[in-house]
């Protein structure tokens, strides 16, 4: 490769990260422009709300089309006819994980345009999210919560997980990651994949497709860490709520269109779960009228347990090796299988 490479950085980064991404080669050309890109409002915000002036826009669309390899893509970037807009393009290095939906809102499926993801990056703050759900409701702490804000002392018993079974469906590398923390405070592991082989030696079970149901009924916590796909979308619907143990827990750390949200209310309701710990739901941000929001036996947080504070560094890292490989034309990883959907 003799050509300068152009990299687009297409969301918020810190300057010295940026720095370390062009000294990864002289063969690259790496345009940052924090102007274009909006003010992020919490570390590794990868899409903050921005606007562009007409000359704004004009000057983003030349970088756009003269772009090889694209790290994120914009908000007014993000559409069908990206490819159209960026006809140099080559490969994108997207933020995150989870990109089914986007890779074919993008246009991408049928294009030879790679696309790698985040993979692993999000698994440790996600597997530690997981661990303090299961603590959350051993310990009763919307209780404890609750009688401290009352001024009310009154001792009891609380649960421990010790010796508890969490169900984890989806043994990727966050579901691995959940998996081996969980089993370093003594919880039983079961967990669902496609295959069964090449998982951690350290899970106690691991099941195929067709034992969702023995998985539900063993666990009492699910922790749902899947891609969304077509096979997926409603997979936890009212028939396998009700398979669940009486007063087990569902944690949802994967998409929203993965549970039936009014089955999982009516589930709530009548006490046949014990709780629930969302950080995705069906539609975000949740609605204000959501009964979600109000009741005691359910955690809401707003699809933020996978974005760690240094979370730009880890991805840095990632692509920095990525682009080694580019240049090398050695295989990338993370590569997305636009064919599966993950």
């Given at each position: 490769?003799t050509?300068?490479?152009?990299?687009?950085?297409?969301?918020?980064?810190?300057?010295e990260?940026?720095?370390?991404?062009?000294?990864?080669?002289?063969?690259?050309?790496?345009?940052?422009?924090a102007?274009?890109?909006?003010?992020?409002?919490?570390?590794a915000?990868?899409?903050?709300?921005?606007?562009?002036?007409a000359?704004?826009?004009?000057?983003?669309?030349?970088?756009?089309?003269?772009?090889?390899?694209?790290?994120d893509?914009?908000r007014?970037?993000?559409?069908?006819?990206?490819?159209?807009?960026?006809?140099c393009?080559r490969w994108?290095?997207?933020?995150?994980?989870g990109?089914?939906e986007?890779?074919?809102?993008?246009?991408l499926?049928?294009?030879?345009?790679?696309?790698?993801?985040?993979?692993?990056?999000?698994?440790r703050?996600?597997?530690?999210?997981?661990?303090f759900v299961?603590?959350?409701?051993?310990?009763s702490?919307?209780?404890?919560?609750?009688?401290?804000?009352?001024h009310?002392?009154?001792r009891?018993?609380i649960?421990?997980?010790?010796?508890?079974?969490?169900?984890?469906?989806g043994?990727g590398?966050?579901?691995?990651?959940?998996?081996?923390?969980a089993?370093?405070l003594?919880?039983?592991?079961?967990g669902?994949?496609?295959?069964?082989?090449?998982v951690?030696?350290?899970?106690?079970?691991?099941?195929?497709?067709?034992?969702?149901?023995?998985?539900?009924?063993?666990?009492?916590?699910v922790?749902?860490?899947?891609?969304?796909?077509?096979?997926?979308?409603?997979?936890?619907?009212?028939?396998?709520l009700?398979t669940m143990?009486q007063?087990?827990?569902?944690?949802n750390?994967?998409?929203?269109?993965?549970?039936?949200?009014?089955?999982?209310?009516?589930?709530?309701?009548?006490?046949?779960?014990?709780?629930?710990?969302?950080?995705?739901?069906?539609?975000e941000?949740?609605a204000?009228?959501?009964?979600?929001?109000?009741?005691?036996n359910?955690?809401?947080?707003?699809?933020s347990m996978s974005t760690?504070?240094?979370e730009n560094e880890?991805?840095?890292?990632?692509?920095?090796?990525?682009?080694?490989?580019y240049l090398?034309?050695?295989?990338?990883?993370?590569?997305?299988d636009?064919?599966?959907?993950?």
């Open positions: 490769m050509s300068l490479v152009r990299v687009l950085i297409a969301s918020p980064l810190e300057p990260l940026v720095a370390r991404i062009a000294a990864v080669d002289a063969r690259l050309e790496v345009i940052y422009r102007d274009q890109l909006g003010q992020p409002r919490y570390a915000d990868h899409y903050p709300p921005m606007s562009r002036s000359e704004q826009a004009a000057e983003w669309a030349k970088l756009l089309a003269q772009a090889e390899v694209l790290f893509v914009d007014p970037s993000a559409g069908p006819d990206l490819v159209q807009r960026a006809p393009l994108i290095q997207s933020s995150s994980s990109i089914g986007w890779v074919r809102r993008l246009g499926v049928e294009s030879p345009v790679v696309v790698t993801n985040a993979a692993g990056i999000h698994a703050p996600l597997a530690e999210y997981v661990v299961m603590l959350y409701f051993a310990k702490w919307a209780r404890m919560l609750a009688e401290q804000r009352a009310h002392w009154e009891c018993a649960d421990t997980i010790d010796g508890k079974t969490l169900g984890i469906v043994l590398r966050v579901g691995q990651a959940v998996a081996q923390l089993k370093g003594g919880v039983r592991v079961i669902l994949r496609r295959r069964t082989d090449g951690d030696p350290g899970i106690d079970a691991v099941f195929g497709p067709d034992r969702l149901a023995d998985l539900l009924a063993q666990s009492d916590y922790a749902l860490s899947l891609p969304h796909t077509s096979e997926t979308v409603g997979l936890i619907g009212a028939a396998e009700a143990r007063g087990s827990v569902l944690i750390i994967a998409r929203g269109s993965i549970v039936d949200e009014s089955a999982l209310i009516e589930a709530l309701r009548s006490g046949h779960l014990g709780g629930a710990a969302l950080d995705v739901v069906g539609r941000p949740l204000a009228d959501s009964p979600l929001w109000d009741m005691p359910v955690l809401i947080t707003p699809h760690a504070a240094v880890l991805l840095t890292r990632l692509f920095c090796d990525n682009l080694r490989r090398d034309g050695q295989p990338l990883l993370n590569v997305f636009k064919r599966r959907g993950y």
